[in-house]
């Protein structure tokens, strides 16, 4: 049964690759211009089954604002996606690297390929999308104008690689989330997604961290998030990794009188393994 997916860019994206790699070639894509309409579109159940949203890249850390938007969300994450980014140097059909006056694309993408980009004097252009660069470029014809993408939106668009794997840091990773409106089967899950308030005393965060960590949890991110409304007052994002879902039961049962209030994300299986 073929599954709607919302991902927010353009069909090409990475997103798109995430949502391919976990859900496997068989969906339909919904996609959104922003984040926000992302998680707006993944919570209306006529429109979609799931969505996949990043959530932090190995070198530029935390997508901020989608912490936020989970919050104030009623979504449940179901489970994960690590993903390789590759970018490409594309260009229409025949065209050579000798052509190339200008490159497009995101300008996250443009950042991650400076050690390539500076060999060339090619004018860099930023837009909104690294998929909708590869597409213009394909609508435009251009001979002298190239696109920073993944393989993928090549693929799509009928772009040649000029050069491949143009980016700085190989070992360059985005974790996604995937998001659904409601849980499911937890059998073999064996990580967590948590969001708790300590109390405003000295030591309050570290007993909680101490509490987790005796029950043989590995916290494998921490992230603190400004409470709206407050003075300088802080909520905890917190991944928890485990062997078995009992670990975190207990866990949550020890740290219960520890916190003022605690919503449990989601319960998935880790998406390393």
């Not at 998680?39 to 969505?51: D, F, H, L, W, Y």
């Not at 009928?158 to 998001?179: E, G, S």
């Not at 078995?244 to 393994?273: E, H, M, T, V």
């Amino acid at each position: 049964m073929q599954q709607a997916i919302a991902i927010q860019g353009f069909e090409g994206s990475f997103h798109q690759e995430a949502a391919i790699k976990y859900f496997g070639n068989n969906l339909q894509l919904v996609c959104c211009s922003s984040f926000r309409d992302l998680i707006k579109v993944a919570g209306q159940p006529k429109e979609t089954t799931a969505a996949i949203m990043a959530i932090e890249n190995s070198i530029a850390g935390s997508i901020l604002p989608n912490y936020s938007l989970l919050q104030k969300s009623n979504l449940v994450i179901t489970g994960e996606v690590y993903l390789q980014i590759r970018q490409q140097l594309l260009a229409n059909r025949g065209v050579r690297l000798e052509d190339i006056r200008e490159v497009h694309s995101h300008p996250m993408a443009l950042l991650q390929c400076t050690d390539f980009l500076d060999k060339h004097n090619f004018k860099l252009v930023e837009t909104e999308d690294t998929a909708l660069s590869a597409k213009q470029l394909w609508q435009r014809k251009s001979v002298h104008h190239a696109a920073i993408a993944g393989k993928l939106a090549g693929e799509l668009y009928n772009l040649d690689i000029l050069a491949p794997n143009i980016h700085t840091q190989k070992n360059n990773y985005t974790r996604f989330l995937v998001l659904q409106r409601q849980a499911v089967d937890t059998t073999g899950a064996d990580k967590a997604s948590v969001n708790f308030i300590t109390g405003h005393h000295k030591g309050s965060l570290a007993k909680v961290l101490t509490a987790i960590a005796a029950q043989g949890i590995n916290l494998s991110k921490l992230q603190s998030m400004p409470i709206p409304g407050s003075h300088f007052s802080y909520s905890f994002h917190a991944d928890l990794e485990f062997d078995d879902k009992a670990q975190f039961d207990d866990a949550i049962k020890a740290i219960d009188p520890l916190i003022q209030s605690l919503r449990i994300f989601g319960i998935y299986k880790n998406g390393k393994k």
